[in-house]
């Protein structure tokens, strides 16, 4: 079975601080691991793709398959970061999601 | 340049009538899911079509129907809808194989 776990629920930071969003999956297979955006009452965008190794808007994640991890790292928070946040695994045709972690930038 | 389109918006229903959510996608994606959006639950997956003329249950398909019409057009169906299916609704698109999902911009569906 392909599990998610996104074990926090809310996440509260300052301004310039670093983020960490963490990420923790189950599969059996060969992973293929997402990050989603949501802004406040908008569509999900796709925010990174492990396979790419790109960073969008200063985010990067690496995936780490002896802890099967896939977290979410910013090294400078920004306001316009405030958003929910989805961690993501691809398998068997479909995307299993987490729970989500509201991560909230206080000025 | 659209990408996925859902209708309604937003829907209020009385316990026991139906409707259809509507979905549609104009990128020649291959496979087309319904999921729902509840508060500290994540994203759970209703029905997904991996191609034309195939379905498949998801996590939480009781009290749905869907229907892939043709390429472009994936629709869900609630029957007798219930207050516990008073969600937000999205569809979604992918070509097989290729990268992640690209996402309707959600249905705020209330049953009372």
């Known amino acids: 079975a392909q599990r998610v776990t996104q074990p926090e629920k809310l996440l509260s930071v300052f301004k310039g601080a670093p983020v960490e969003l963490k990420c923790n999956y189950s599969y059996s297979g060969s992973p293929e691991l997402f990050w989603y955006v949501q802004y406040s009452r908008q569509r999900l965008q796709l925010l990174l793709r492990h396979i790419s190794r790109e960073s969008i808007k200063g985010f990067t994640a690496d995936l780490n398959k002896g802890e099967t991890s896939f977290h979410l790292k910013k090294p400078f928070a920004q306001e316009e970061d405030s958003a929910m946040y989805y961690c993501a695994l691809m398998g068997a045709q479909k995307l299993v999601f987490g729970q989500g972690t509201r991560l909230t930038i206080n000025p | 340049n659209a990408g996925v389109t859902q209708t309604p918006k937003f829907q209020v229903l009385k316990t026991g009538q139906s409707m259809t959510l509507q979905c549609a996608q104009d990128?020649?994606?291959?496979?087309m899911y319904w999921y729902r959006q509840d508060p500290g639950m994540g994203l759970r997956l209703i029905y997904y079509?991996?191609?034309?003329?195939?379905?498949d249950k998801g996590e939480v398909p009781n009290g749905y129907n869907v229907s892939r019409l043709n390429k472009r057009e994936f629709s869900l169906r609630l029957e007798s809808a219930a207050p516990s299916q008073t969600s937000v609704y999205f569809c979604?698109?992918?070509?097989?194989?290729?990268?992640?999902?690209?996402f309707g911009s959600g249905t705020r569906l209330t049953v009372v």
């Open positions: 079509s991996a191609s034309e003329g195939t379905t």
């Open positions: 990128m020649n994606h291959n496979s």
């Open positions: 979604a698109s992918r070509e097989t194989g290729i990268g992640g999902y690209t």
